[in-house]
Nanobody
Framework: QVQLVESGGGLVQPGGSLRLSCVAS????????VGWFRQAPGKEREGVSC????????SYPDSVKGRFIISRDNAKNTMYLQMNSLNPEDTAVYFC??????????????????WGQGTHVTVSS
């Protein structure tokens, strides 16, 4: 059974940090580019980071660049999102996702195959 399970969400004060984790099961993560997405209430889902199969390419939108860091450990079938300098605009449900990718050095924000159930992140004082 294919699964992606996120953890690490919660309540954090502005300026704080959180680290999200996502464990994959039922498939080999190293065949997939992976990404993190978020959806705030009343807003569309947006990609906040992606990383290629071999970790050689990462991508971030301007809204999180310099604050978020994506990483992966293929041996553990796990991906991570380190979020720093959080602000209330980062409040959202965060999802991890995986996309089967032939090219090992490419990641994109579209056409993902598998999704996690989401973890809530609330940034508030």
């Amino acid at each position: 059974q294919v699964q992606l399970v996120e953890s690490g969400g919660g309540l954090v004060q502005p300026g704080g940090s959180l680290r999200l984790s996502c464990v994959a099961s039922g498939f080999a993560l190293d065949d997939y580019a992976v990404g993190w997405f978020r959806q705030a209430p009343g807003k569309e889902r947006e990609g906040v980071s992606c990383i290629s199969r071999n970790g050689g390419q990462t991508s971030y939108p301007d809204s999180v660049k310099g604050r978020f860091i994506i990483s992966r450990d293929n041996a553990k079938n796990t991906m991570y999102l380190q979020m720093n300098s959080l602000n209330p605009e980062d409040t959202a449900v965060y999802f991890c996702a995986a996309r089967r990718m032939t090219l090992a050095r490419l990641c994109v924000f579209s056409n993902y195959d598998y999704w996690g159930q989401g973890t809530h992140v609330t940034v508030s004082s």
